[in-house]
Every structure is written in structure tokens, then in C-alpha cells.
């Protein structure tokens, strides 16, 4: 059974920083895609960030040159990263650790974790 567990996120004032980890419980070989969604209120859920087992990463526009995704991990614990910096207000949403399996393709979603960007 695959798990995905977040943490990292919280209150932070605009221009901060913060770092979500997502614990992965999956066979590192059995990973196609790993990424971040955020969804604000009101809003429909969003990519964020994503990297493939090639390592190669793509993010947002609104993201982009802010935010650094990446993984790490063996075996059957594999774990990603998002680094957030200068954060905005518009950051402010539920962020999601998103996992698409190679082998069967199951798309697989972990519980999400509050963001907020105030002052």
C-alpha cells in the first residue's frame, strides 16, 4: 500500500521561506512521476512543481526562480522535497505530494499541508 505523508508547512510572512517534505512509502523503481499540487480556496488544485525519475524538473510560471523541487531515497522509502522561498501571499494554499506509479499508473496523493503567507 502506497503512502504519502507531508510536513512542513505552517504560517510564514511574505519574502519568507519554507520546506515540505513528502515521505513516500513506494518502490523507488516504481516511480514514473513525483510533484507538488497546491489547491487555494475557491480555486481548483494546481502542478506546482514536478520531477521524473531523470531528475528533470518543471514548475509553474508563477513558481518558477522560487521554488526548488527534489527528491532523494532508496528502496522503498523515497522522499521529496519542495524548497519555497520569497513567498507571496498568492502562495498562500493546501500543497500536495503527488505520486504517478510507472508500473500500473495509479495516481496516488498524500493528505496535504496548509501554507499560509501573511504579515
Known amino acids: 500500500q502506497v503512502q504519502l505523508v507531508e510536513s512542513g508547512g505552517g504560517l510564514v510572512q511574505p519574502g519568507g521561506s519554507l520546506r515540505l517534505s513528502c515521505t513516500a512509502s513506494?518502490?523507488?523503481?516504481?516511480?514514473?512521476?513525483m510533484a507538488w499540487y497546491r489547491q487555494a480556496p475557491g480555486k481548483e488544485r494546481e502542478l506546482v512543481a514536478s520531477t521524473t525519475s531523470g531528475a528533470t524538473a518543471n514548475y509553474a510560471n508563477s513558481v518558477k526562480d522560487r521554488f526548488t523541487i527534489s527528491r532523494s531515497g532508496a528502496a522503498n522509502t523515497v522522499y521529496l522535497y519542495l524548497q519555497m522561498n520569497s513567498l507571496k501571499p498568492e502562495d498562500t494554499a493546501v500543497y500536495y505530494c503527488?505520486?504517478?506509479?510507472?508500473?500500473?499508473?495509479?495516481?496516488?496523493w498524500g493528505q496535504g499541508t496548509q501554507v499560509t503567507v501573511s504579515s
Open positions: 503527488n505520486v504517478v506509479s510507472s508500473r500500473t499508473g495509479r495516481v496516488y
Open positions: 513506494i518502490n523507488i523503481f516504481n516511480i514514473g512521476t
